[in-house]
């Protein structure tokens, strides 16, 4: 029964036209098809693959939410245990010049001992965002 990939993870957010926007405009994922559940929310592709889920926190009114994926008692700030998320992307000087031209501010790192360049940036629920580019042998 082993573990084959990862398949998406879920940003709970009281503001799901930002965090949208910020996959959108910053990382470069699509919006697309989402299932009608009970509570509001957002489906990011890359490609033909739902890999981010936003997931619209209403503070009057969570019965749809509360149903559907349970209670939850901790805050909205911060993100509990979960560090960062990570993708591979490529073309390293195009993605610094996107993030000065969006005026986004980002950490930069060299992994030791292997050929590879990282970018970490901030979306806009606190979630660190790792960005792995390969460099060339």
Known sequence: MPIETLDHYSVRTLDV??????????????????????FPGAWLYSGDRAVVHVIGVDPTESSGLVGYLGERTEGQAGTGS?????????????????FAAKHIEYRERVVPGLPLHQIFIVDPNGLTIELNFRLAA
Do not use: K
Request: proline share 8%; charged share 30%; aromatic share 10%.
């Open 17 to 38: 036209e930002e965090t949208r926007s910020f996959y959108e405009s910053v990382i470069g994922l699509r919006s697309g098809p989402r299932p009608d559940f009970p």
């Open 82 to 98: 979960l560090d960062h998320v990570a993708f591979v992307a490529s073309d390293l000087e195009a993605m610094r010049a996107h």
